[in-house]
């Protein structure tokens, strides 16, 4: 295989190929077309039929997610020019700049399925190019050219049908795609198990690490502890609902009697253009995370010094969400004064214990573990999001150790727990590797590594330049029958009684002939 770079049309550089490759757009090898737009007007229309589209949402990186299939109202016209067929490739046209042109191969999944406009499809023209290798293309050594193509707004970055048809493409000798196909689906298969056999144990040490928490924050992480049979609720006239065993020993109390319980700052635009105020870090729901805080982004506010001295968070305060999907309400982290005069937003909570009645991290873990039915249960439900209000909040029935098993209970599940830490981030390593394995893998097949190339294979310019002449014979013949259709509708089109010559004129009766006018 021959080195260096040559330059194409775009100013993109192109690798120099094995013998018997060829550099083909994806204009040359397949049919790109766009899909159907959502018309409001046609959608209350029930005299059209609810058709299956695929929609971005559908179209994962060399996937098809078909969990949720929405339909959609269009004339049948429009059913027939968008449906897919099995071996077409889609793509995506917008979205975040990392994730365009990801798709995968239709496989003829669901009958009479279109896609929508922010969906492209490339229709293969002959056996230029295995479909599912050129997916695999796209999803991978393609992706540099799609990020550096694209345009970019605000958010969202997207790709014009125009610029994507222009996609440099490295093509194998039909023989040679067969072979790495081959290949290809077995070391990819092999990857997928592994992955998926990760992915399983990433969930099963999650489920210990919630179990290690719950039990180390009831005080029943101690294999001697004794759990009490019936745990009494702490107010008959309130809903705890089901609460979960403790320790002999350990009792329950409210949140509000343990803990002082506040709410956030809430940004005033207006504030933030006013220099003479103090700008400080503050933290948001996206800071919060399930038992950790992630500080990799901290925003800033202008508040006023008296807001700061209120909000300003102290070491061992905890943080709780207020709203978002309901399975993340009331989680979050302890504060460790990691930034000085760090205050938080209205959607976090915080809460101080008093007295030090309990230790911060038996606290922190009950409210991301055994806690978190409690908090779904109460939430508030509005179109896409859950909320949970203060006073609610502050009725969190939370367990209290004893004041001389706290400290015990704490280093016992600091030391389950960062085991399974040290776990769960080998698990992820491995996870990590797996997906730089599969890159490596997909750019040996690109530039002709994965397996060897055989002299006798019909190089694939031959195979380009016959479909580019199929194609230009039947271009000439979609415009000769085009033409014919014409001309049949102009022969067969009425003549007008002005020019019939046997029309018989009555008595009396002129011709009306046409006028001139001359500039």
């Known amino acids: 295989m021959s080195a260096g770079k040559v330059e194409n049309g775009s100013g993109v550089g192109r690798s120099r190929l094995p013998d018997g490759w060829a550099w083909a757009t994806l204009d040359d090898l397949a049919e790109v077309a766009g899909g159907v737009t959502k018309d409001a007007k046609r959608q209350s229309d029930p005299s059209l039929p609810g058709v299956p589209y695929l929609r971005v949402a559908n179209v994962q990186r060399m996937k098809l997610d078909l969990g949720e299939v929405a339909t959609i109202r269009v004339p049948a016209d429009a059913v027939e020019r968008y449906r897919l067929q099995p071996g077409d490739v889609l793509m995506t046209e917008g979205g975040d700049r990392d994730k365009l042109g990801r798709g995968w191969v239709w496989e003829g999944q669901i009958d009479t399925c279109i896609h929508q406009n922010h969906v492209f499809r490339a229709r293969i023209t002959g056996s230029a190019i295995e479909p599912k290798l050129l ?79 719950a039990a180390a924050a009831t005080g029943l992480i101690d294999p001697k502890a004794v759990p009490a049979s019936s745990p009494p609720s702490p107010d008959a006239d309130l809903d705890s609902g089901a609460l979960p065993e403790l320790a002999k020993g350990w009792r329950w109390s409210r949140l509000s ?34 038992a950790r805080l992630d500080l990799s982004q901290v925003t800033k506010i202008r508040v006023p010094a008296k807001t700061l001295s209120k909000l300003r968070l102290e070491s061992g305060d905890l943080l709780l969400t207020e709203g978002g999907d309901r399975d993340k309400l009331g989680r979050g982290w302890i504060w460790e004064d990691q930034i000085e005069d760090c205050i938080h937003q209205n959607h976090l909570f915080r809460a101080r214990i008093q007295h030090a009645i309990t230790q911060p991290k038996l606290l922190a873990w009950y409210t991301n573990s055994a806690a978190r039915g409690w908090f779904e249960s109460h939430a508030k439900q509005s179109v896409n999001l859950a909320s949970i209000s203060m006073s609610k909040v502050r009725n969190l029935p939370v367990p209290i150790p004893p004041q001389a098993e706290q400290l015990e209970a704490v280093a016992a599940g600091e030391r389950s727990l960062g085991h399974l830490t040290v776990l769960a981030e080998l698990t992820r390593q491995a996870v990590a590797h797996t997906a730089t394995l599969r890159r490596v893998l997909l750019a040996d097949a690109f530039s002709g590594c994965l397996v060897p190339q055989d002299p006798a294979d019909e190089p694939a310019e031959d195979l380009l330049k016959r479909i580019r002449v199929e194609r230009e014979i039947a271009e000439a013949e979609r415009k000769a029958a085009r033409k014919a259709a014409r001309s049949r509708a102009k022969a067969a089109a009425p003549v007008s009684a002005a020019r019939r010559d046997d029309t018989t004129l009555a008595d009396g009766e002129q011709t009306t002939l046409p006028l001139e006018f001359n500039s």
């Open 135 to 213: 997916a695999l293309y796209l999803n991978s050594v393609a992706r540099p050219w799609l990020e550096a193509n694209a345009k970019q707004s605000v958010n969202l970055a997207s790709i014009s049908i125009s610029k994507i048809k222009q996609l440099p493409v490295a093509v194998p000798p039909i023989a040679e795609q067969q072979r790495i196909a081959v290949v290809l689906d077995a070391h990819l298969a092999r990857l997928d198990a592994i992955e998926a056999k990760l992915s399983a144990a990433l969930e099963h040490l999650d489920a210990l690490q919630n179990s290690t928490m």
């Open 257 to 290: 009697d343990i803990a002082e319980v506040v709410g956030g700052v809430t940004k005033d635009s207006k504030r933030q253009a006013d220099e003479a105020l103090p700008e400080v870090p503050y933290l948001r729901v996206a800071n919060a995370q399930r």
